[in-house]
């Protein structure tokens, strides 16, 4: 049983389409989030829910659109996709802030 | 700016050999800590973490970390590293005193151990 589930785990599109990726956590945390981990492997956090209210939102372009319908699912929508966009996106979860982070399996976007 | 800073970006070392990452974070007040493994084209796993107590913490696979205070330093430790220990390493830092405590990383370690 995957604890934070994301799909899909490799997408390669073209340069101005627009993609989803989904996530879903089966733990019952109420916190869960999105991290960006760029080609030279830094992670950085792009968005943080709470039972599916916004909480973080850190300077990320309004191309991305996070979206929780519940405290179980969050998931990132992607406009207009640019090359600067490849990188491996991580689904994560946890019980509250300052909590323990669990990590999904990232999701490889590529964008071409 | 407040920050995590891993000093070592690579690491080589032979197996049995020990080892030993450094972590420091400038944020002050009470931080929760973390270390994370990355192994080749996987997600990230714990590998152990500290909140409160003994500052001597274990984790998985025989690593252990300790947080010295004083210095705002969090080292991964290792007695005898295997093969399967190649992996990037990533410690992580949660100020507990600020408005949104979110996990702030640093920018990894790259260990190879070579057999």
């Known amino acids: 049983d995957t604890a934070v589930s994301q799909t899909p785990k490799y997408l390669v599109t073209q340069m101005g389409n627009d993609k989803s990726i989904k996530c879903e956590q089966n733990?019952?945390?109420?916190?869960m989030y999105w991290y960006k981990q760029d080609s030279k492997k830094f992670l950085k956090i792009m968005f943080s829910?709470?039972?599916?209210?916004?909480?973080i939102n850190e300077t990320v372009p309004n191309r991305f659109s996070p979206k929780s319908p519940d405290k179980a699912h969050l998931n990132l929508h992607i406009n207009s996709l640019e090359l600067g966009d490849s990188a491996v996106y991580f689904c994560?979860?946890?019980?509250?802030?300052?909590?323990?982070?669990?990590f999904g399996e990232g999701s490889w976007l590529t964008v071409v | 700016a407040q920050s995590v800073s891993q000093h070592n970006h690579h690491v080589i070392l032979s197996e049995a050999a020990s080892l030993e990452l450094g972590c420091n974070y400038s944020?002050?007040?009470?931080?929760?800590l973390f270390w994370y493994v990355q192994y080749p084209g996987q997600h990230l796993q714990l590998l152990l973490k500290?909140?409160?107590?003994?500052?001597l913490v274990k984790g998985i696979k025989g690593f252990e970390a300790e947080f010295i205070k004083s210095k705002f330093s969090f080292n991964l430790r290792k007695p005898s590293v295997q093969w399967s220990d190649t992996a990037e390493y990533f410690c992580?830092?949660?100020?507990?005193?600020?408005?949104?405590?979110?996990?702030?990383f640093g920018t990894g370690t790259r260990l190879l151990v070579s057999p």
């Open positions: 500290y909140f409160s107590g003994d500052p």
């Open positions: 733990l019952g945390h109420d916190t």
């Open positions: 994560a979860s946890s019980q509250d802030q300052g909590d323990t982070i669990y």
């Open positions: 829910y709470n039972n599916k209210e916004l909480i």
């Open positions: 992580a830092v949660i100020p507990l005193n600020t408005g949104f405590q979110k996990l702030v």
């Open positions: 944020y002050g007040g009470t931080v929760n």
